[in-house]
């Protein structure tokens, strides 16, 4: 239980992170709070839970002919669908939500490293 809520404040760290930096590269996103921001990642990990994998299999010839790359706009528009959902979570266009989903994934994947997956 406390690796799960580690997870889930170190993603909501992550999320802010990636909307402050984008806001400095003039992308239209923005995160009201905390809270905001922990409600975010909460609604992320259920569109990704039931969501995401449905997409993924509708577009598996897609992916396979992008060697991959479509899953980079599948996880943009998990994003975007998230700041479409929690008010006070702002992604107002494609760009936005793939710069967000990328730093927030590369974030997440350096922390990951130095926790573990034993939390």
């Given amino acids: 239980m406390k690796g799960l809520v580690v997870r889930w404040v170190v993603s909501a760290g992550a999320l802010y992170a990636s909307v402050k930096i984008g806001q ?12 905001q921001a922990l409600l975010a990642v909460l609604v992320l990990a259920v569109i990704n839970a039931l969501v995401r994998p449905l997409v993924i299999i509708l577009t598996l010839p897609l992916n396979c002919m992008t060697l991959g790359i479509m899953t980079f706009v599948i996880n943009a528009l998990m994003f975007w669908l998230a700041g479409r959902i ?8 494609f760009w936005a939500a793939l710069f967000g989903s990328f730093v927030m994934g590369v974030i997440n994947g350096i922390v990951s490293h130095f926790i573990g997956n034993n939390e």
Wanted: charged share 10%; glycine share 16%; aromatic share 10%.
């Fill in 86 to 93: 929690v008010p006070g979570f702002e992604v107002n266009n």
């Fill in 24 to 35: 400095l590269l003039g992308l239209p996103m923005a995160l009201k709070g905390v809270w």
